[in-house]
């Protein structure tokens, strides 16, 4: 608790350092979408709130937080779902939350707390894994990030409970406690020859061994900041 607290302080502290170094211009005005994105315009059957926009694409803004499973549609009427907003399910109750296909980006702190979440699926095409996302889902064991995301952002699995995961060639930046306080952690591996990770990515993620290969800035990381390594082809 006291590492998560002080996890969480570093994170405020942390998002001015990075905040021009955000998850790329290709998502800079989604970004702005979600996080004006607060009170529902509509919701569906389900008690799913959104909020419409002009150009016939909607962002879920809220959710049934005590449901036990959480399905996402890809359409509200004729608008596609595209974003989620800032912590929309933040401190939910649910063990499964299922997103549609149509989601572009995983917003700051969007499953933050859920401490429940066993399942989540991150749908091909998203681009960034947002600031603190999952930070605190303590039961989440594993997840499968889609091989277009080219950034995890600070604190993204931050406290996690995630033993094994899989970094895909696409992602170019690993920011700093991106996998933090994750004392479950056992193998990162890196698909990639470029990726950078950036200080303190692993930071009191003591049993962690990272699997790249030889001539990779993932293996010359390792090295560096005396962590755990194993060598790919």
Known sequence: MKRLIVSILAAAMMAATFASCGPGNASESSSVAVNNATEPDTKDKNGVGYKV?????ATVTQVDKNAS????????DDKKVTRLSKSVFKMSKADTITLPDSIESISEYAFAFCRNLKSVNLPEGIKSIGQNSFTACESLKQITIPSTVRAIDIFSFDASGLETVT?????????????????????????GDSTQIEEKAFNNSDNVTIVAKADSEAMDYAKENNIKHKIIK
């Not at 926009?53 to 694409?57: E, L, V």
């Not at 499973?69 to 509200?76: N, Q």
């Open 53 to 57: 926009h002009s150009d016939k694409t």
């Open 69 to 76: 499973k959480i399905v996402i549609p890809e359409k509200l």
């Open 167 to 191: 970094i895909p060639k696409s992602v170019k930046d690993v920011r700093g406690f991106a996998f933090a306080d994750c004392e479950n952690l056992k193998e990162v591996v890196f698909e």
